[in-house]
Structure formats: structure tokens, C-alpha cells
């Protein structure tokens, strides 16, 4: 099943009620290209969680408004679904609009 998963998610839900001891056996049945794989899905997951924006981060928004501009970049309060709660921002932002500042 590991061999067939498309995304980290999928892997981590496979394995995640598996003892160690089946985990580790079905680890070395993949050969070195199938283990690659895995170890590029898990590097993508993990450099997308970096992109997503989480609360605190320092953001700027895509599709500020201009009356706002200047006051980027914005730090997120809260977030609830698919939006964010911005510093200054009295309504949800979408968070797809947000971008995570890497020099913050």
C-alpha cells in the first residue's frame, strides 16, 4: 500500500496504527527507487508546511487592499478553516492570499 500512496498524508495514514517492527520490515521490501520516492513526498510535505501559514507568522497579503498596504507585513492572530485573522484586519482573510515572510 505504501508503494501506491500519492502523497506523505496517504503514507502517514497507512502506517500510523502499524507496529515499528511491521513499519521497519515493509521499509526494507521497497527498493532504493521506491524509498526515494517516499523520502521526496516527505520532503514535500515538510516544505509545504513551511509555506503554510500558521498563526503568529509575519504575512503579506497578496490582495491587500490599498488602504492597508503600508501596513504590511501583517501578523496572523487566529485561523479558523481556510482563513486567517490578521493584526490590523477587522474580516477573515483567505489564506491562499497570504504569503509567509521569510525574512522575519
Known amino acids: 500500500m505504501v508503494k501506491q500512496a500519492a502523497t506523505w498524508s496517504e503514507v502517514v495514514h497507512i502506517t500510523q496504527n502499524c507496529p515499528h517492527e511491521l513499519k521497519s520490515a515493509a521499509w526494507e521490501m521497497l527498493n532504493p527507487e521506491e524509498k ?5 513526498l516527505k520532503n514535500q510535505h515538510l516544505e509545504q508546511l513551511a509555506l503554510t501559514p ?4 509575519k504575512v503579506y497579503w497578496m490582495n491587500c487592499p490599498a488602504h492597508l498596504t503600508n501596513w504590511q507585513p501583517f501578523s496572523i492572530t487566529s485561523i479558523q478553516g481556510q482563513e486567517a485573522m490578521l493584526d490590523i484586519c477587522a474580516y477573515p482573510v483567505p489564506l491562499a ?5 521569510s525574512t522575519f
Open 97 to 101: 492570499q497570504l504569503q509567509v515572510c
Open 36 to 40: 526515494c520516492r517516499i523520502h521526496q
Open 54 to 57: 500558521q498563526v503568529g507568522n
